[in-house]
């Protein structure tokens, strides 16, 4: 169950509600995000909610079943935005799109970046300063140096930054030029991490972990917002299954699912999902196709000398055909 308290409410209408759910023998579990302040409530039994409906300083009541109750649809009917500043939005009814290269190198490849954007109307990039990688002898990122160079570039072009913090003690120093943090699917259950991220108002985008069920990553955004952060965007990146022929398995069931279980944008990264270059235009397509809410793709002037995840970058050309195809899809899909 979920209390919706009213923003003005005061300490004796506070302490009123909850004593009453005390002496019901309900416990109680406050969180106060950017947008309101909920009691999140288990009861043991089924009981009257008219007992507390009436009481000064609650605005709504809602009977959520299950354990992911502030990102469940149950609650929120309408779906969450999220605002990113100067007209950026995903989940707003349009289609966002989040391209840019796995790892940031250097200036020339920032700049020729954001050009390739830019020509294309995208508002957002995304790009690596700190990387997982899984071997300790591969190239892991450019960390501060590399995202100073990256958020000089997106700036002065109006152009918002995603990157992935691996760490807490990452949270602080990057949050003056991060306007996305990326949480990527070896994080997905480092709740340490979820709940510092939950302390911040910034936008955090959760990916689905590399063997997630739908059920964890919810969980995960759960872990977020009930920290305080309701700024939340889930990504299907695909997971690791028995199937060698590809990287992962796209799991474009998810989508749906997804959507109808939360209130929350939903987002395809097609580049991790399959994980061979010369299909990801197409899945990328397939994610906008069954109802995603944008796309997080790896794109690079020169795939082949990516410093990473070449294999699955597609090149600027290519990444002009995907925006040419997806207003083409989209016309299609609105007719």
Not at 62 to 71: E, I, M, Q, Y
Not at 72 to 88: A, F, L, Q
Not at 91 to 116: H, L, N, R, Y
Not at 254 to 270: C, G, R, T
Request: aromatic share 6%.
């Amino acid at each position: 169950m979920i209390i919706q308290l009213k923003k003005e409410i005061n300490n004796k209408e506070r302490t009123t509600i909850t004593s009453t759910l005390t002496e019901m023998g309900i416990d109680v579990y406050p969180v106060k995000t950017q947008r309101g302040i909920y009691f999140i409530c288990t009861p043991k039994k089924e009981f009257d909610i008219r007992k507390i409906g009436h009481l000064k300083g609650i605005t709504d009541v809602h009977r959520v079943s299950g354990n992911h109750k502030l990102v469940s649809h149950k609650w929120k009917v309408d779906r969450t935005v999220i605002d990113c500043g100067d007209g950026v939005f995903i989940g707003d009814g349009g289609f966002a799109v989040m391209a840019g290269p796995c790892s940031i190198e250097g200036e020339e490849q920032i700049e020729k970046t954001v050009e390739a954007l830019l020509a294309n109307g995208v508002r957002i990039m995304r790009g690596g300063v700190y990387k997982p990688r899984t071997s300790p002898y591969s190239f892991r990122g450019l960390g501060m140096e590399g995202l100073s160079l990256f958020y000089k570039a997106c700036s002065e072009n109006g152009i918002k930054i995603i990157t992935e913090v691996m760490e807490a003690t990452q949270i602080e120093p990057m949050m003056p030029y991060v306007d996305i943090f990326q949480v990527g699917a070896r994080n997905a259950q480092n709740y340490n991490l979820l709940e510092a991220l939950g302390e911040i108002d910034k936008p955090v985008l959760l990916k689905r972990g590399i063997s997630g069920t739908i059920d964890e990553l919810l969980y995960s955004a759960e872990y977020v917002f009930k920290t305080g952060n309701e700024k939340l965007i889930l990504c299907e990146r695909g997971i690791r299954t028995f199937e060698k022929a590809y990287r992962n398995t796209l799991d474009l069931n998810a989508i749906p699912i997804l959507k109808e279980k939360s209130h929350l944008p939903v987002i395809v990264d097609p580049s991790h999902g399959i994980g061979i270059r010369k299909h990801v235009l197409k899945m990328a397509l397939a994610g906008a196709a069954v109802g995603a809410d944008g796309l997080l793709i790896e794109i690079h002037d020169t795939p082949e000398k990516a410093a990473t995840d070449g294999q699955q970058t597609i090149d600027f050309k290519e990444f002009n055909a995907l925006m040419n195809k997806l207003t083409q899809l989209n016309a299609l899909l609105n007719n």
